[in-house]
């Protein structure tokens, strides 16, 4: 199994390679020169002189592939540069927001798992039945609204008719509710119907069928042997769906005044910050490929079908 | 096998475990929302306001990201722009101008203190402007700034500054909100080297601040020590709220008391809210006009005759009406008459699509039969209209100005730009038509007639080609350099006269400030100074 993580990691050394070198090309391919908007941030009257003093000060006029290697060298060291707009290591700027992304993104996958499984596993069980007509009319809404959206549509009646909650701000758990529920509601909308199916596949198999003509306690059937394997598929799309919900904390971030990591992204985009984009993407790359693995670990012991050695084969 | 699955639960609740224990980590750390309404005493006038930034760094020397709203509350300037570009005496008393425009000498207020109770005089006066000279290339867009000689504080309450060369609009770029504006002694760094950041925002103005937490509020007090009267409300608190929907819920909720500045929200929420009837709203007087400018290298452009068709071929009236939905109104001036030196009658230019197609058919521009776009001497008659394209009003405007020229036999591409790639252009003149605007109170009109006399700027296009370039290059020369008062204001006409029938600017409309608040909120006014906060008349009734 070590060797299988070692495995896997070493394959994240190209997506890693391609995903920077995609960002810095991208950059690089954009009209926006970084020394122009450099000073167009800082509100400076830029001179003939002053571009080309600053693009030689960040390294512009060097070959495209050692400008590449120079950043990659800086990057390891985890020196993304310095914000155009604070004059402050991107870095820090970064670190300073992450926690309140990270515990808007854990808080909205907590509540989507917590909402998804019972109701997925009940509509399955109660098949056509209430459970299974609400959860239907639910992933019909939570996958067609658009966030934003839905958002609006949260503070409007929850913070501004009902008066419950708070409309915007950090502080509170109060605070987290509206913005960890508009995010959820797209996963709850997604896992709740992937369980659903996953379990009533599952219900079909010989081994239900088996355990039951064992005398086997339907509960136990149930949640130790059906719940389990069907948990799989949920696991695969929790996975798939971390890059979704860490573009979706830019939009929520945004309409919930949440201060975190996507909506300063958000802002460096307006400012032409060029060091904090790219340290946005390649961390959200990272943290995709670093989703997806555990996920895949987590998979494995869940169903031991999937072998160590089926997998570093294929 | 059952070890495995035993295994497996055991992974999910650590999980589960984990998430939640980081979640409620996170969540007992950050307590941390703003506690206006409990921390204030009972009877404490809070007023709470939205900005879609951060306020960034206090410190009186630098720009983006600090906000200037806030920059304003803390800082004050020597000479304070008034309604109409009158200049009036702030924390210099009175000032003396030397005959020849070169020397200014400032008598200072003496009663002033900085909120830390130390005294403002003209020492400190120097040691800032030392302090900004040290970047003096950040500050040189700033005219007076780029022709500073010296400074000297000549006695306790005597400064001094001393000009390269004369230029008469010194005392109104003092006005500006950054950088000439000044911190107390306990702020600047050892060094002295502000540029880097302050140690603490000390001010005279009539706000400090009392607490911030980056991203999220700042909260501004009264400065006990303020020379000036006092501000009526005993507390200002900023919520930082990015987006303008989520700022119209927060004020119907009653979190905000009130929603002030240009574009902070959108026009349909001001239109409904106006309606609903339940708030007060206003829009100020214009802070700048929307101009189009017409690039007179292009051979078309060079004709005034195709410019004026240009201008006589579109209904300025229903475009401004229809896209901003009244909130802009129509300009027939370059720059709007509440500047100094700008109130020149002008004959507009109409709505007229005969006169257009006449102007057209003279300069030589003929529409082939069974063709739709006219041609002279082969070349057909194709424009390209350049324009920010994240601008939700510039947009619409360029897609009228593509269907109504189409009527008179005018092609017009319109190309949407990142806004960097358009300042390039503009600058580099790789355009005909461009979207853009004046600078506003307190920059005009000095700043606008400079821009367009200036070479290294995208304006200077309107004028490549006139034949009256020469003089007008002249004219706005002098007019900058003039120390006669009614000279430079028979200049000023002159110039923008002939600006107004050359054609080559057209004024689409003006930009305008909008403001909506509680009922409960009373002594509004719209600051003269485009970038100056309007906190300090505020009363709130609880």
Redesign the interface.
Known sequence: MGSYIGRRLLAVLPIFLFATFLTFLLIHL????PA??YL????????EE?IAQKRQEFGLDQPLLVQYAQALMKMCRLDFGTSY??NQPVWDEVM??M??T??LA??S??LA?IVSVPLGFLSALYKNGVIDQISRLLAFFGASIPQFWLG?LL??FF??KL?LL????????A??VLPSLTLAMGLIAVYSRLLRTSVLEQLREPYVLYARTRGLKEKLIMG?HVL?IAFSPMLTGLGMNMGKLLAGTIIVE????W?GFG??F??AIF??DIPVIQCYVLLSACLFILCNLIVDL?QM??N?RISWKGRTES | MFAAKGKAIAWISALLLILSAILSACSSNSDSAPASSQAAGQGDKVITFSWARDIGEMNPHVYNPSQLIAQSMIYEPLVRYADGGKLEPHLAESWTISPDGKAYTFKLRQNVKFSDGTAFNAAIVKKNFDAIMRKAENHSWLGFIAALDKTEAVDEYTFKLTLKQAYYPTLQELAVVRPVRFLGEAGFPDDGDTSKGVKKPVGTGPWMLADYKKDEYAEFTRNPNYWGEQPKADKIVIKVIPDGETRVLAFEKGDLDLIYGEGVISMDAFQQLKDSGKYETGVSEPVGTRLMVMNTANAALSDLRVRLALQHGFNKQAMVDGVTAGLEEKADNILSTNFPYTDISVTPIGYDVEKAKAYLDEAGWKLPDGKTVREKEGKPLELELIYEKSDQILKPMAETLQAEWAAIGVKLTITGLDLTEQIKRFRAKEFDLNFSSNYGAPYDPHSFIHVVAENDFGFSAALSNLPEKDHLVKQIQDALSSTDEKKRAELYASILTTLQEQASLVPISYIKKTVVYHKNVSGFQFPANREEHPFNSLDIAR
């Open positions: 954009s009209p926006v020169d122009e908007a167009a941030a800082s509100h400076i009257q830029p001179t002053l707009i604070s300073l927001r926690p309140a990270i515990q854990f808080s996958l907590l798992v609006y503070i409007y913070a501004v008066d708070p409309v915007q701000g950090k502080g509170t758990l605070n987290l130790k389990k945004e309409v919930f005044s201060p909506r300063y958000i802002e400012n032409r987590l012991y869940l031991p």
